[in-house]
């Protein structure tokens, strides 16, 4: 706990689930993204350079900006203050994406859905269907483990008033596509929180190899599309997942349920072929043994 109000955390300071080093190196520019996620060496240097990028300047300024003015529920923490890195199983089953971080959830605590309403929801529902260890994700460190799945975001650092520009979000986008890419030996479900997210993840997909519907299906919460993976990967198939954003907006009018989240996730899981004797879960899973 600190007041000093920094605007980010140094890399390789200490802060739990710090993916970075201090030398780890610096995107300042879309270019430098391109070039930076493509010569990555593995799925965890991928995340350790998204944590560190600095290509978006409006981004930069907001997120730094928050991190120092911070809300006053928080004023007392520490705020991560970079951008936040996929997290989750380094070979899952079910890829999950969303938007962007909350400005005082994952923009604060350095996890993606953590720290938010939006995360409450969330990770309550993958606990429900076994596929998180814990209803909850506090903070980073916290003892949370995803089971067979794992999160991501179409763009990385919290943008003002949840919208990035489309320009922010192709200068993030080679993240992304390294994510997918690095996770199709074992991916057989992507679920889309959002049409945001929905949109955002077809350039990934295609690019990461998979055969894609024309013209691209519409968004729909349970929407399912079949993609063809790359030759020569272990699924015969994987299954694209429209799910509604579990949002304050959403949860509060009742526009989604924790029924139509478990619904999806649960469609998921038996998809994807997870088990509780597979790592789906310390016990059983509904619709389980």
């Known amino acids: ?7 980010f955390v140094p890399p390789g300071s200490g802060w739990p689930e710090d993916p970075a080093a201090p030398d780890t190196p610096v995107a300042h520019t879309p270019l430098d993204v391109q070039r930076l996620a493509a010569g990555a060496s593995t799925l965890h240097e991928v995340c350790a350079r998204q944590s560190v990028c600095r290509a978006c300047p409006r981004l930069v300024e907001w997120r730094e900006r928050v991190a120092v003015e911070r809300r006053r529920a928080f004023a007392d923490e520490e705020y991560w203050g970079r951008p936040v ?6 070979e899952p ?9 909350a400005a005082h959830g994952g923009n604060r605590t350095g996890r993606i859905f953590t720290g938010d309403r939006s995360g409450d929801w969330l990770f309550a529902s993958l606990h429900r269907v076994g596929l998180a260890a814990r209803a909850t994700s506090v903070h ?5 483990r995803l089971l067979g799945a794992r999160v991501a975001a179409t763009v990385r650092c919290a943008p003002p008033d949840n919208k990035p520009t489309p ?3 192709a200068a993030c986008l080679p993240w ?6 690095e996770t199709v030996p074992t991916v057989r479900v992507i679920v889309a929180l959002g049409g945001y997210a929905w949109q955002g993840a077809w350039p990934a997909i295609k690019k990461a190899g998979y055969g894609v519907p024309r013209p691209r299906p519409p968004f729909g919460h349970g929407a399912e599309v079949t993609l063809t993976p790359p030759a020569g990967t272990a699924p015969d198939r994987v299954t694209l997942l429209g799910c509604y954003h579990p949002s ?9 349920t924790e029924d139509m989240l ?5 469609r998921a899981r038996d998809l994807a072929g997870l088990t509780a004797d597979e790592g789906a879960g310390p016990g059983p899973v509904p619709g389980g043994s």
Do not use: C, K, S, Y
């Open 140 to 144: 980073a460190g916290d003892g949370q």
């Open 176 to 181: 992304l596509e390294r994510e997918v890419a």
């Open 93 to 101: 089953g079910i890829l999950i994406v969303g938007l962007a971080p």
């Open 262 to 266: 478990d619904a999806v996730f649960t």
């Open 248 to 256: 304050q907006q959403n949860t509060f009018t009742g526009r989604v």
């Open 85 to 90: 890195p996929g997290w989750g199983d380094e």
């Open 1 to 7: 706990m600190t007041t000093a109000n920094a605007p």
């Open 167 to 169: 320009a922010e979000r």
